[in-house]
């Protein structure tokens, strides 16, 4: 029984550990994955990439991200239907052949707002 405790302990000692050193995803990506998911629920033809939401470094020192809070927040607190309607599903699939084609320093159209 001892051993299983122990054994317990040392594993959320491993899970927790790098979310406490700073070594977990950051709150933007967080909030990028969860609209992504909404998206890909509500929008029929939206699929999202596994990297879609990891934040990059530009040239500039910046750190860049697909979606900004913003945007991820509006998206999550909207409903499918409303989504599809006011064409965010478009604008977001336009967002991400930007991000996935690398286009750095180009206007990105508003995804939410």
């Given at each position: 029984?001892?051993?299983?405790?122990?054994a317990r302990r040392?594993?959320?000692?491993?899970?927790?550990?790098?979310?406490?050193?700073?070594?977990?995803?950051?709150?933007?990506?967080?909030?990028?994955?969860?609209?992504?998911?909404?998206?890909?629920?509500?929008?029929?033809?939206?699929?999202?990439?596994?990297?879609?939401?990891?934040?990059?470094?530009?040239?500039?020192?910046?750190e860049e991200l697909?979606?900004?809070?913003?945007?991820?927040?509006?998206?999550?607190?909207?409903?499918?239907?409303?989504?599809?309607?006011?064409?965010?599903?478009?604008?977001?699939?336009?967002?991400?052949?930007?991000?996935?084609?690398?286009?750095?320093?180009?206007?990105?159209?508003?995804?939410?707002?």
């Amino acid at each position: 029984m001892r051993s299983w405790i122990s054994a317990r302990r040392i594993l959320c000692v491993l899970l927790l550990a790098p979310l406490v050193l700073g070594m977990g995803i950051s709150e933007q990506e967080f909030l990028c994955e969860n609209a992504a998911a909404h998206l890909e629920e509500c929008c029929p033809s939206f699929s999202a990439t596994p990297a879609l939401c990891r934040q990059n470094v530009g040239c500039n020192g910046d750190e860049e991200l697909w979606l900004t809070a913003d945007e991820s927040r509006c998206i999550q607190d909207r409903e499918c239907g409303d989504l599809v309607a006011s064409n965010v599903c478009e604008q977001a699939a336009t967002r991400m052949k930007l991000a996935e084609g690398g286009s750095t320093g180009v206007a990105r159209p508003v995804v939410c707002q």
